[in-house]
């Protein structure tokens, strides 16, 4: 199985708003990834937990919150967001720790609209 | 720096009209090299890694090649459902994260 789960599928929020991305994954990767992706654009790496910790933030403004509750959970908290913070963003897993030459599996993705 | 640039930017083919997309790339010691596929609003969705000059891999019409310098995606007598957006990346000896290149979007016509 190598699916790794997002919810939910579609956010507005307007911009004092407070909400949270989920994603989840179940086939025991140790690396777990948030992307932002614009249109026609390539995904974009914000953030990277390995072994549930913290290990590459890209210089993402504060606004945005990465948190890894436990090894297959990973969320990204939002708050008082900008309309260009419009995006899809994308949760991935791969099987080794960060740094690691693997594969990354990508979640569907949550199409985020900021009013 | 790593690079990756992709071409053609965009690809129009007849359905069964076979062809080739290029990524190109520039890194201190290929680690891997990944294509993905990515349909309008949906996630990528990982097709091949190749590790190593010479290596070739198969999926239905789809099949990948890599050099030193750049890798291929062969598309063999394309459909309508191959339409899409390919996405390749490289990991190198010392960046340990994905280079993305651009992308290429495929648009075959029935």
């Known amino acids: 199985d190598t699916e790794v789960t997002q919810t939910p599928k579609h956010l507005v929020m307007g911009m004092t708003n407070k909400k949270s991305l989920k994603c989840e994954q179940h086939m025991g990767h140790r690396a777990m990834y948030w992307y932002k992706q614009k249109a026609k654009k390539p995904p974009e790496l914000m953030f990277v937990?390995?072994?549930?910790?913290?290990?590459i933030n890209e210089s993402v403004p504060s606004r945005f919150s990465p948190e890894c509750p436990n090894s297959s959970l990973l969320n990204l908290h939002l708050h008082a967001l900008q309309p260009e913070d419009s995006a899809l963003y994308l949760c991935a897993s791969s099987q080794g720790g960060w740094g690691t030459y693997n594969e990354q599996f990508f979640g569907p993705g949550t199409r985020l609209t900021v009013l | 720096e790593d690079q990756v640039t992709q071409s053609p930017e965009a690809l129009r083919l007849q359905e069964g009209e076979s062809s080739s997309l290029n990524c190109s790339y520039t890194?201190?010691?290929?680690?891997?090299l990944f294509w993905y596929r990515q349909d309008p609003g949906k996630g990528p969705e990982f097709l091949f890694t190749?590790?190593?000059a010479g290596e070739e891999k198969e999926k239905e019409r789809l099949k990948a090649t890599l050099t030193k310098k750049e890798s291929f995606l062969h598309i063999t007598a394309p459909k309508p459902e191959d339409s899409a957006t390919y996405l390749c990346?490289?990991?190198?000896?010392?960046?340990?994260?994905?280079?993305f290149g651009p992308g290429t979007r495929l648009s075959v016509l029935p």
């Open positions: 890194v201190s010691g290929l680690r891997g």
């Open positions: 990346a490289v990991m190198g000896n010392y960046g340990q994260n994905f280079v």
């Open positions: 190749l590790y190593s």
């Open positions: 937990y390995s072994y549930e910790k913290l290990s």
